[in-house]
């Protein structure tokens, strides 16, 4: 092992050299780990495979060697140090490290199934069966969050700030503004677009400073409440910067 020490420089102009930035010196141990040091080994996959021609719905298969210590160190992806068999029609392990499925036969619509991937770590006695779930269930909305569109900033999941009023004085502004902030997941972790097709019903509700969306102004707020067609809520407040 050995300890590695960072700085942080600033150019000083007087001396017209590079000088370090008081305390911030931060030091850490780097370990180098040889195979012999595992005393042994563990294998799973994280989450469930949707079949699929999309690799975007792989999951990582990932293997980690345990130390004398209880340390874990994850273990590359290449068959110098271990391999995976699959025997499952339709599914196999990608070169980078994943199961993906694309045509597994499920027998029926809707169905999750889990299926053995067996790992065999060389130079090692040890081998692992890490049970996988496929599914051929379609991707639907799961979780929605918010990010930053234009002039509105996200400030936490719970609140949108706008630039100014206009941005939301009309119910078809809100609403404009729901598919421009919103995000959403789907079962399997993965992004899906949110369109003119994504909600059911979007309503604003609890207008502080003013009586309607139309006379809102600076410091005013409404709480908004979007609900997917798939019965998902998202409910946040909206926050006007400026008249």
Do not use: C, M
């Amino acid at each position: 092992s050995s300890t590695i020490t960072i700085k942080l420089q600033k150019y000083d102009t007087n001396s017209s050299k590079w000088v370090d930035v008081p305390n911030s010196s931060y030091s850490f141990t780097q370990r180098v780990v040889e195979q012999g040091d595992f005393t042994s080994y563990e294998a799973s996959v994280a989450g469930t495979v949707y079949d699929s021609a999309d690799d975007k719905y792989a999951k990582s298969l990932t293997v980690k060697g345990v130390l004398a210590d209880g340390t874990k160190v994850t273990v590359p992806v290449s068959e110098n140090y271990y391999t995976v068999t699959v025997n499952a029609q339709g599914v196999q392990h990608t070169a980078d490290g994943k199961i993906k499925s694309n045509g597994y036969t499920f027998g029926e619509a809707n169905k999750t199934v889990e299926i053995p991937v067996i790992v065999v770590v060389k130079g090692s006695s040890q081998l692992h069966t890490v049970t996988v779930k496929l599914s051929n269930i379609a991707p639907a909305i799961e979780t929605l969050g918010l990010k930053d569109s234009g002039d509105a900033k996200k400030q936490n999941d719970e609140l949108i700030t706008v630039a100014n009023a206009s941005l939301v004085n009309t119910q078809e502004k809100v609403e404009t503004l729901v598919k421009s902030v919103v995000t959403a997941k789907d079962q399997y972790g993965q992004d899906l677009t949110v369109d003119n097709n994504t909600f059911a019903g979007i309503f604003v509700t609890n207008i502080s400073g003013a009586s309607n969306l139309a006379g809102l102004g600076k410091g005013d707020t409404i709480t908004v409440t979007a609900i997917t067609k798939n019965n998902k809520p998202i409910q946040f407040k909206v926050l006007v910067l400026n008249d």
